[in-house]
């Protein structure tokens, strides 16, 4: 076995990808400024278990995502110039080829994909635009732009649909063929920038992760278009694998939570929110509802919503908070109280388990043949002195 890692001028952030695979531990580290400058360096496990330091090879831009097959030992490289680099491992892992460097993106790749059915590398970048090249020629086949900075990407090799997230809280789901590409649909659910997708091509689900704190699945091959909302972070999320032999999600976040949920029970969706000028409840105006306010010789009041059912609502007819798992909420949210009083002990269960990290969570994988999880991130540490006084 063997480890390969990245090292470039990036101070306290490290990704880890395709870790468990049969014969080839291999992962990335964007974690400090190294004598040697931006390095990929492959480390072999020695009969000691401990792992060594055997090849490295510089490239001369930081990089910043990573992709690597491992039947055929090729390494694609994403970097910050825009451009992305493939490599070839030989068998014995002592040797490392530089094969193609492919001009995708006019600034930073976000995150790329390798394909051998198609013989595509497909990436986006903060250019705002997807692209995909062909191995075979080192030529560009396609580029799609966007609105906003494109972040993460997964692709479904089977029918050539390519999943994006961009900064501005939208999912594109795109078809994508030879020189040209088409728009299916657009997912809209998150308030803040997607960090992260993970696809499932078994059960075609797709889960995002964002800055909003929030996991959606989506049910990319269900009829009805079924969206599930799991809030159970503190801080945005940036790491997510599905384990469909347990049928559990396992999601890691910025300030080193780990949650793990039961995705096998039955579970609702949350409610759209309403639209009101005035409570739902007591009927009393919102603050923009100047017509009511002058009529009823009333001050306004501010709009919430309750989780549960989605009615637009005041404070005074909302002033209960409840977990509500099977909906995703694993928090307390705030609840209107007719929607409070229907809730029982047994729908407060959890659906989820809590785990501490202890860092900054930026990439994880799991082998879950082998129970192991591995986590790479930031940790910050208090070097000051002590006081004297």
Request: proline share 3%.
């Amino acid at each position: 076995r063997c480890f390969l890692d990245v090292f470039s001028q990036y101070n306290g952030y490290c990704v880890i990808d395709d870790i468990w695979s049969s014969s080839l531990l291999l992962a990335w580290f964007l974690c400090e400024k190294n004598c040697l400058g931006v390095t990929i360096r492959v480390w072999l496990k020695r009969d000691s278990g401990q792992y060594w330091p055997s090849i490295y090879h510089t490239v001369s831009s930081p990089c910043s995502c990573m992709s690597y097959h491992h039947e055929s030992r090729r390494i694609f490289i994403g970097q910050d110039n825009g451009a992305v680099v493939e490599f070839l491992i030989s068998e014995d892992f002592n040797k490392m080829n530089h094969v193609k460097t492919y001009p995708a993106h006019q600034n930073r790749v976000s995150d790329l994909i390798f394909s051998l059915e198609s013989q595509w590398v497909i990436s986006t970048g903060h250019d705002k635009s997807i692209s995909w090249m062909s191995t075979q020629s080192g030529s560009m086949l396609g580029r799609h732009s966007f609105g906003s900075w494109a972040s993460c990407l997964q692709y479904d090799k089977d029918t050539q649909h390519a999943f994006v997230g961009d900064h501005s809280g939208q999912i594109t789901l795109l078809k994508l063929d030879e020189q040209t590409c088409s728009v299916i649909t657009t997912l809209k659910g998150h308030e803040g920038s997607v960090g992260v997708l993970y696809w499932d091509p078994v059960q075609r689900w797709l889960f995002s992760g964002a800055s909003d704190h929030s996991v959606i699945m989506w049910d990319i091959g269900g009829r009805q278009g079924r969206t599930l909302l799991l809030q159970g972070h503190h801080e945005k999320v940036q790491a997510l694998r599905y384990l469909p032999l347990t049928r559990q999600l396992v999601s890691c976040s910025a300030d080193g939570g780990i949650t793990v949920w039961n995705m096998e029970t039955t579970r609702e969706e949350a409610p759209q929110w309403q639209d009101s000028d005035s409570c739902q409840k007591c009927e009393q105006p919102f603050f923009w509802n100047i017509k009511q306010m002058w009529d009823s010789k009333t001050l306004g009041l501010r709009q919430h919503h309750c989780r549960k059912c989605g009615k637009a609502i005041c404070g005074k007819c909302s002033s209960k908070r409840s977990t509500y798992p099977i909906m995703g909420f694993e928090f307390q949210v705030r609840m209107c109280d007719d929607c409070y009083d229907t809730i029982k002990e047994e729908d407060r269960t959890p659906l989820a388990t809590f785990h501490e990290g202890k860092h900054n969570i930026g990439h994880m994988d799991m082998d879950p043949s082998r129970g192991l999880m591995v986590t790479c991130g930031t940790m910050i540490f208090d070097i000051s002195p002590p006081r004297l006084d």
